[in-house]
């Protein structure tokens, strides 16, 4: 049995799952749990969440079983130690690996061979932007601090086969800087799309999958809105309940 230490947490996040997380640390959000849903799987692949924190896009992924194999990169020793804790406590160990690195270090030969997919819920925030954090965790986790959208897709350039899937969410105000250090690193946008909290607001999140050495042309799909009428979409109730996206937001 798995207890929370005294500076953390326990929740529940999906499929069964619970999860510990640093009372004072940033916690998972929508995006962490839309950007698990939008990564397609290949169930004999293997792949890695860089930037983990407490891991839960890597558990989102190995409970729906979209990897054999999973490797959780982070950075910050305490959250390595509750991302391995967290994939022991799910049973998740044997599909999930932690590698406590810079990313900005890493290669293949870490990975043991080049991978099928990078997943990343990378800083959205530039050193120096916004309110200093008095958590130096939180602050790493919302800042530039170890690296920025360029190093992040530098490192899954490095790591990915050719023809390997790259999945981020970004904040839409940071786009060009994201599609920049996509194709500045051979990791060229083939699907889009743009999430709004309804159809009152501005969107919200940006997530893309690109492919290594791929060809030009990038799938927008229709919008994802959060909430109709302040109730959950459609759409968002069948992600909640499958992992998945919708057809819909597929290229035919």
Partial sequence: MFLPAYDEKLECVNFGLEILQKKRGLTYGTDALLLAAYVRGRTS???????????VIGLLCAAKEKF????????QLEYAELCTKNAAMNRLDQRMSVICRDLRSLTASDTEGELDAIMTNPPYMTVGSGKRNEDDGKYIARHEVYGGI???CAAGARLLKCGGSFYVVYRPDRIIDLIAALRENGLEPKRMTMVYRDTNHIPSLALIEAK???????????????????????????????????ESYYRA
């Fill in 68 to 75: 054999r194999q999973i490797y959780s990169v982070e950075i």
């Fill in 45 to 55: 692949g293997r792949a890695a969440d860089l930037g983990a924190g407490s891991g």
């Fill in 212 to 246: 290594k050495d791929g060809a030009p042309s990038c799938f927008v799909t229709k919008p994802l809105i959060l909430y109709e009428n302040r109730l959950e979409s459609d759409d968002l109730k069948y992600i909640m309940e499958t992992g998945n996206f919708d």
């Fill in 150 to 152: 360029g190093d992040f």
